[in-house]
């Protein structure tokens, strides 16, 4: 068995509040915090396709759906604002329990004080999220050289306030650990169940063709400089190769594509094509695309693709290394939504807003399993392009 060397997640963390407490418990001592608390909710306009996806696949009637994807617009809000107002107190913030209420961590007990008197939920931890972030990126670093094929995953999980690793082997995992010069303090080691792989077999979640042979599915249309095309999952093709559409009638050619490291692409598109702000809803619509706000932590997200169509499911975590055969990629978001070949690339979403394009997982969307998702704000930022928003 696997031993487990890190601090117990119990003794990393403290709690502070976890319901609302009243405004008079509790003095502000930071009037930026109190502010962040009252930051303005998005407006998000619930498609009818995705309400009936999150009632499949989470349990919710339609308008318990709608609820959530609400209160999940405000917590996103608040988490931003948040992220500015702790600074180096931050440790990170997740979606919890039935009423999508926000969690929020600190390392400073007078500011968990704060956010709880304002009514928040806050809980005080050991490690500043900073740090956490460091630790992983020593994994990253370690594993840049060759990925540890006995550690196929690692991630920062907020909810324990540690790094976990998981892995196949324990002799081979305290090796790489030890190679890596990571905190150990900051690691908790974890029994691995399954391989990820890449999915691929061969508007957003639309089949397409590369070089007339491989299949995945369209992240989400994008523009640069004018030019229409698609952002989707790197191990999907080369620069070069050729994109078409299920008719066989050519969308364009790979201009850019990273894998492994990162598992991103670009596909720049002919004239007679336009970028339209939509990912197909698999019950003969689209939901439009308004912007790229990141989902937290146990919120709701859903994911388009030409193999299974849509599933939902919530976020596990961010900022996850996954360690393919191919090699290690990073800056992954771990779901429990699950996927097949085929629908590499394809959209992640939540609510209005785009998180990402499908990159590997594990099971099957008849046993279930995971899925991991590239962020789609890195690829918009590494190839200059426009996320089409409607």
């Known amino acids: 068995m696997l031993r487990f060397r890190a601090l117990a997640v119990a003794a990393a963390l403290a709690t502070v509040a976890l319901t609302a407490a009243p405004a008079v418990s509790a003095p502000a001592d930071d009037p930026s915090i109190a502010a962040a608390l009252a930051a303005p909710a998005r407006t998000v306009a619930v498609p009818t396709a995705l309400l009936h996806a999150m009632q499949r696949d989470l349990?919710?009637?339609?308008?318990?759906?709608?609820?959530?994807?609400?209160?999940?617009?405000?917590?996103?809000?608040?988490?931003?604002?948040?992220?500015?107002?702790?600074?180096?107190?931050?440790?990170?913030?997740?979606i919890d329990g039935p009423q999508a209420d926000l969690v929020v961590a600190t390392t400073d007990a007078s500011a968990a004080r704060t956010i709880t008197a304002h009514g928040g939920r806050a809980t005080v931890v050991r490690h500043t999220l900073k740090s956490l972030d460091q630790a992983k990126d020593a994994l990253d670093h370690a594993s840049r050289a060759a990925a540890p094929d006995a550690t196929p995953l690692w991630y920062v999980d907020v909810r324990a306030n540690t790094v976990v690793v998981q892995?196949?082997?324990?002799?081979?995992?305290?090796?790489?650990?030890?190679?890596?010069?990571?905190?150990?303090?900051?690691v908790r080691v974890e029994r691995a169940t399954a391989t990820p792989r890449p999915l691929a077999d061969l508007r957003g979640g639309d089949a397409y063709y590369i070089d007339n042979s491989a299949r995945c599915s369209i992240g989400f249309p994008v523009t640069q400089n004018g030019q229409p095309g698609f952002v989707s999952a790197g191990h999907c093709?080369?620069?070069?190769?050729?994109?078409?559409?299920?008719?066989?009638?050519?969308?364009?050619?790979?201009?850019?594509?990273?894998?492994?490291?990162?598992?991103?692409?670009?596909?720049?598109?002919g004239s007679d094509w336009t970028a339209q702000p939509q990912v197909n809803d698999y019950a003969g619509g689209a939901v439009t695309v308004s912007g790229s706000s990141e989902q937290s932590v146990g919120?709701?997200?859903?994911?388009?693709?030409?193999?299974?169509?849509?599933?939902?499911?919530?976020v596990q975590e961010l900022n996850a290394t996954v360690?393919?055969?191919?090699?290690?990629?990073?800056?992954?978001?771990?779901?429990?939504?699950?996927?097949?070949?085929?629908?590499?690339?394809?959209?992640?979403?939540?609510?209005?807003?785009?998180?990402?394009?499908?990159?590997?997982?594990?099971?099957?969307?008849?046993?279930?399993?995971?899925?991991?998702?590239?962020?789609?704000?890195?690829?918009?930022?590494?190839?200059?392009?426009?996320?089409?928003?409607?």
């Open 237 to 269: 093709g080369q620069p070069g190769s050729n994109a078409a559409a299920s008719d066989g009638s050519s969308i364009g050619t790979f201009q850019g594509s990273t894998f492994p490291g990162n598992d991103y692409s670009w596909v720049a598109a």
């Open 59 to 94: 349990g919710l009637a339609p308008q318990a759906a709608a609820d959530r994807i609400a209160r999940e617009g405000k917590a996103a809000a608040v988490q931003s604002a948040l992220t500015q107002a702790l600074g180096d107190r931050w440790a990170g913030a997740w």
């Open 323 to 390: 360690n393919y055969s191919e090699g290690s990629v990073y800056g992954l978001t771990r779901t429990d939504v699950c996927a097949e070949p085929g629908d590499s690339g394809g959209s992640f979403i939540s609510g209005n807003q785009a998180q990402g394009v499908t990159s590997g997982g594990s099971g099957d969307c008849t046993s279930g399993g995971e899925t991991y998702f590239q962020p789609v704000n890195p690829i918009l930022s590494t190839y200059g392009l426009t996320l089409a928003t409607g």
């Open 167 to 186: 892995s196949a082997d324990d002799a081979r995992t305290t090796a790489f650990l030890d190679r890596s010069g990571v905190d150990r303090a900051l």
């Open 299 to 314: 919120g709701s997200v859903c994911r388009s693709g030409s193999t299974t169509g849509w599933h939902c499911g919530t």
